[in-house]
């Protein structure tokens, strides 16, 4: 994902965004942000509206509010992309891709089965491949 994004951005894994419509911070598994909005120190959070895309990574216990908390905290605050790696969907793992936030609501961009490749549309312009990730289900 570095070559597809400008070399200004960075790709964070677990940095705090600060999501002001849910009064809290959210900890994306991965986030992409330009480096000019990631904070220095330790205390300090990313404004939510910097990412250009979060990705949660499902466990049984966060799977809940990593489609519906998490999901409208981000389209609240207008984070293009969402990408939900989930292996506990109800009709088996899989990764979808949200986009068009408006309100606390995205729409559904894209979903497949792991192993199947997703294709990530502008500014990326890339494949996510999947492949690995039926490893993680087992």
């Known amino acids: ?11 964070y894994q677990r940095l705090g965004l600060a999501v002001p419509a849910c009064e809290g911070v959210f900890v994306p598994d991965l986030a992409v942000v330009p480096k000019r909005g990631v904070p220095r120190g ?10 250009r895309m979060t990705v949660e990574v499902t466990s049984r216990a966060s799977a809940h509010r990593d489609r519906t908390t998490k999901a409208a905290g981000y389209a609240l605050a207008g984070v293009p992309l969402y990408v939900l790696v989930d292996g506990w969907a109800s009709r088996g793992p899989s990764v979808t891709l949200y986009g068009a936030p408006e309100g606390e609501a995205y ?3 894209g979903t497949v089965g ?4 997703l ?4 500014p990326f312009d890339m494949p996510l491949v999947t492949g690995a990730f039926a490893t993680w289900a087992a």
Not at 114 to 117: K, L, S, T, Y
Not at 119 to 122: F, G, I, N, T, V
């Open 1 to 11: 994902m570095y070559a597809a994004i400008p070399p200004d951005w960075g790709i």
């Open 119 to 122: 294709h990530l549309p502008e």
């Open 107 to 109: 729409r559904v961009l």
């Open 114 to 117: 792991f192993g199947a490749d």
């Open 42 to 51: 330790e205390s300090a959070y990313a404004p939510a509206a910097e990412a």
